[in-house]
């Protein structure tokens, strides 16, 4: 139990264009996610947290009009990065907060998405 | 900012137990410690989590003294698939996971 999936798992796109990144608790229903992002040989950073049916608040630093997030239900939460340049090329991985029967309450990971923008 | 401190590498060889250590000083009363195994280019996965004393699962076991000012994940007879990165988070209900530099564990054989 406790399964979080993210769609695309790898994404290039040209500098200037809007790309939308996915994430799914597959069986379980999640009211918070949150999404980080991690560069190459460093830890990971949390960006925003993700609220179903409610705004996504931004950690410090974070550009909220360029990562537009959006949780409209409760299984699904969206991570747009718009007019996407080089230094935005990161890994972005999403997780979601869990109660399940039988799974520890904790935060689960998604696999992640590498987005190289050129 | 992170909570925790971790050492920043750690090596050992197959077979063998590894214990890593976390520095948590500022941990507050309500506040769980976590421990996440991280391959390149995954999501973090949850290896186990406590509060108090000892606790185990099937992969790890987690030590946390009375005073809860540090915790030392303890994993058995490692192998050279457990060569990642361990990260110790600690927060009250799981919603703010800053995380630290974690620990980058190699196993040789």
């Known amino acids: 139990g406790a399964v979080v999936s993210q769609h695309p798992s790898r994404v290039i796109c040209k500098s200037g264009t809007s790309v939308k990144i996915e994430c799914r608790s597959l069986d379980f229903q999640a009211t918070t996610m949150f999404w980080y992002r991690q560069f190459p040989k460093q830890s990971l950073m949390l960006m925003a947290t993700s609220n179903e049916g409610s705004k996504a608040t931004y950690e410090q630093g974070v550009e909220k009009d360029k990562f537009l997030i959006n949780h409209a239900s409760l299984t699904l939460s969206t991570l747009t990065v718009t007019s996407a340049h080089p230094e935005d090329s990161s890994f972005y991985i999403c997780s979601a907060r869990a109660l399940v029967a039988g799974a520890q309450e904790t935060q689960y990971f998604g696999p992640g998405t590498r987005l190289l923008v050129l | ?109």
């Open chain 2, 1 to 109: 900012l992170a909570k925790t401190t971790q050492p920043i590498s750690m090596d050992s060889y197959e077979g063998q137990e590894v214990n890593i250590t976390c520095s948590h000083n500022n941990i507050a009363t309500n506040d769980y410690i976590t421990w996440y195994q991280q391959f390149p280019s995954q999501g973090p996965r949850f290896i186990i989590q406590g509060y108090k004393t000892k606790v185990t699962n099937e992969v790890a076991s987690l030590f946390i003294p009375a005073d809860r000012k540090s915790s030392t994940l303890s994993l058995p007879r490692v192998s050279l698939s457990d060569t990642a990165v361990y990260y110790c988070l600690v927060d009250l209900n799981f919603n703010k996971f800053y995380f630290g530099s974690g620990t980058k564990l190699n196993v040789k054989p």
